[in-house]
């Protein structure tokens, strides 16, 4: 099985015309009586639901958290990293996540991850794109029967072994009180989940 190392994995509104003084002169010209909309136009508020118990899971997620985590694979020494984590909410559906990490050796990573929850599909959805790759990350995924553990997955080039074509990853997101959650990353290696990342997030507010 061939295993090396991965990388880590991320109008201006115009101005109103003016008015010339003249035309502030002119008789108004007759305007139109209004009319009602269509009988069958779409009310806006009915379009989508509000948001419902799965986005209401995300926001466990909001607020500010340190990160320990550890990247290892088959034959090298774990390379470990710590950074923060800050979650805010974006209308009750979706959260904003915003990493910044620090590895020794390769300096400072930056990162956003988005999650939210597809009422059409039932599942959960999102991206990832950061400071060191051009790469951006599409996420599907479900919750499980306890609701604490959200697992994503996502396709991308094959990190382990290049020469293969893409692969699938998974992200999962385990809750083991309030105030920590863990974060654990595979990838699909010669038909195997081989974990390569695992990580610690700890509430501070």
Not at 132 to 138: A, E, M, R
Not at 160 to 181: N, Q
């Amino acid at each position: 099985m061939k295993n090396q190392n991965r990388l880590i994995a991320a109008a201006s509104l115009a101005l109103a015309a003016l008015i010339g003084a003249g035309v502030a002169a002119m008789p108004a010209a007759p305007q139109d009586p209004p009319q009602n909309p269509p009988q069958d136009a779409p009310d806006e508020a009915m379009m989508f639901p509000e948001p419902g118990e799965h986005h209401k899971w995300l926001e466990q997620l909001v607020g500010s958290w340190t990160v320990e985590s550890e990247m290892g694979g088959e034959g090298m020494p774990p390379m470990k990293a710590t950074g923060t984590d800050t979650v805010r909410s974006l209308g009750g559906r979706w959260v904003i996540c915003e990493l910044k990490s620090e590895m020794p050796g390769m300096g400072a990573m930056q990162a956003v991850l988005t999650i939210g929850y597809d009422s059409e599909t039932g599942k959960y959805q999102g991206t990832w794109v950061d400071s060191v790759s051009d790469l951006l990350w599409i996420y599907e995924g479900t919750l499980d029967a306890t609701r604490k553990i959200l697992t994503l997955e996502a396709e991308g080039p094959n990190m382990m072994d290049p020469a293969a074509g893409r692969t699938r990853y998974r992200d999962v997101i385990e809750f083991k009180s309030d105030l920590h959650r863990t974060l654990t990353s595979f990838a699909l290696v010669d038909g195997e989940w081989v974990q390569f990342v695992t990580a610690n997030y700890r509430k501070v507010k």
